[in-house]
């Protein structure tokens, strides 16, 4: 089976920007994107739960998208241009997939 080289770009963000990154993927016309809960986790602040949390201000939410490694700086830049407006961290990686077309 033959595998395709891909980036994989995954957004935690604080849920109130969810909907300005959704768009901006969008409009960046990636194919496709996953919308996952952060229910927890430990960074810079220190330890963080969303336990207790009676909005959507403080809660947070993991983003996953691949794409085609040749658009990585195209995507990477709008988004970071808004994730550093919030708590939220980006990270890039390296996968492979099978059906390489789709992305």
């Keep these: 089976m033959q595998?395709?080289?891909?980036?994989?770009?995954?957004?935690?963000?604080?849920?109130?920007?969810?909907?300005?990154?959704?768009?901006?993927?969008?409009?960046?016309?990636?194919?496709?994107?996953?919308?996952?809960p952060a229910i927890a986790g430990n960074g810079r602040g220190g330890p963080w739960s969303e336990a207790g949390q009676v909005s959507d201000a403080e809660r947070m939410v993991c983003v996953i998208c691949i794409v085609d490694p040749a658009r990585e700086e195209e995507i990477v830049g709008p988004i970071f241009n808004l994730v550093k407006r919030h708590i939220g961290l980006i990270s890039v990686s390296d996968a492979q997939v099978i059906r390489g077309e789709r992305f």
């Excluded at 994989?8 to 920007?17: Q, T």
């Design 3 to 36: 595998m395709h080289l891909k980036k994989r770009i995954e957004i935690v963000l604080e849920a109130p920007g969810l909907r300005r990154l959704t768009e901006t993927l969008e409009r960046l016309n990636v194919s496709g994107y996953t919308v996952l």
